[in-house]
């Protein structure tokens, strides 16, 4: 089956098989969080990024092989309501953003610096720190070596525009110039986003749009 990226609460899952890497993609809780699960086809090690609600769904999907790693995406409540019962079930390894990990009610082994690796076996994710949605959120971004990138965006980046950074012109200022320079400007169109919320989409569909994003200030 050819991924899409479209997933529902309540429905099943979606899966991007990459040569090195599964991609897992569902759906949960009150405000359609998506949560991604990472899987290394070489060593089968797992991560999952946002324990965002629904602990038995996310158990289901992570599976009798458990999980290394959790990562939050950023400090806000409906991304980390499940984390307590996956780490507890799973013995996780948690990270989060140094900025935001004081705002996750569950310890943060890991605090994750822009630029920093995060590996799950033998595929390596590289953090990029991106501020105005929170003060700490991070992505991961795959430069997959048989393809091209793909990068999971937390609430920094989402078909249609950045996060919300509550009509605070700073936070705008400075999500939309992290988005740019950090995610824009280093990766090609291409590159397959898998945000926090709703469908995914590339860069390539988002960059013409960059413009009318700066116009409006959101």
Same mark, same amino acid.
């Given at each position: 089956?050819?991924?899409?990226?479209?997933?529902?609460?309540?429905?099943?899952?979606?899966?991007?098989?990459?040569? $090195?890497?599964?991609?897992?993609?569902?759906?949960? +809780?009150?405000?359609?969080?998506?949560?991604?699960?990472?899987? =290394?086809?070489? &060593?089968? #090690?797992?991560?999952?990024?946002?324990?965002?609600?629904?602990?038995?769904?996310?158990?289901?999907?992570?599976?009798? $092989?458990?999980?290394?790693?959790?990562?939050?995406?950023? @400090?806000? +409540?409906? %991304?980390?309501?499940?984390?307590?019962?996956?780490?507890?079930?799973?013995?996780?390894? &948690? *990270?989060?953003?140094?900025?935001?990990?004081?705002?996750? /009610?569950?310890?943060?082994?890991?605090?994750?610096?822009?630029?920093?690796?995060?590996?799950?076996? @033998?595929? #390596?994710? &590289?953090?990029?720190?991106?501020?105005?949605?929170?003060?700490?959120?991070?992505?991961?971004?795959? $430069? $997959?070596? %048989?393809? %091209?990138?793909?990068?999971?965006?937390?609430? =920094?980046? *989402? /078909?249609? +525009?950045? +996060?919300?950074?509550?009509?605070?012109?700073?936070? *705008?200022?400075?999500?939309?110039?992290?988005? #740019?320079?950090?995610? *824009?400007?280093?990766?090609?169109? #291409?590159?397959?986003?898998?945000?926090?919320?709703?469908?995914? &989409?590339?860069?390539?569909?988002?960059?013409?749009?960059?413009?009318?994003?700066?116009?409006?200030?959101?």
């Amino acid at each position: 089956m050819t991924y899409s990226g479209q997933v529902t609460v309540g429905g099943p899952a979606d899966v991007h098989e990459l040569k $090195d890497l599964m991609i897992t993609k569902i759906a949960v +809780g009150p405000m359609d969080n998506n949560a991604y699960l990472l899987r =290394c086809r070489a &060593t089968d #090690e797992q991560l999952l990024i946002d324990a965002a609600n629904d602990a038995d769904t996310l158990l289901g999907m992570i599976g009798d $092989d458990g999980i290394a790693s959790v990562v939050t995406t950023h @400090q806000h +409540g409906d %991304h980390w309501q499940a984390l307590a019962q996956v780490v507890a079930a799973t013995g996780a390894r &948690t *990270f989060a953003g140094r900025d935001d990990a004081a705002g996750i /009610p569950v310890p943060t082994d890991v605090l994750v610096d822009d630029g920093d690796t995060v590996r799950v076996g @033998q595929v #390596e994710l &590289t953090a990029r720190h991106l501020v105005g949605h929170t003060p700490g959120s991070i992505a991961l971004v795959y $430069d $997959d070596p %048989h393809g %091209h990138p793909h990068v999971f965006t937390g609430d =920094c980046l *989402f /078909p249609g +525009g950045v +996060g919300n950074t509550r009509k605070d012109p700073k936070a *705008f200022a400075s999500l939309i110039h992290d988005v #740019e320079t950090k995610i *824009f400007a280093e990766l090609p169109d #291409e590159t397959w986003v898998y945000p926090g919320h709703g469908n995914d &989409t590339t860069l390539g569909a988002e960059r013409p749009h960059l413009p009318e994003w700066h116009a409006r200030g959101w």
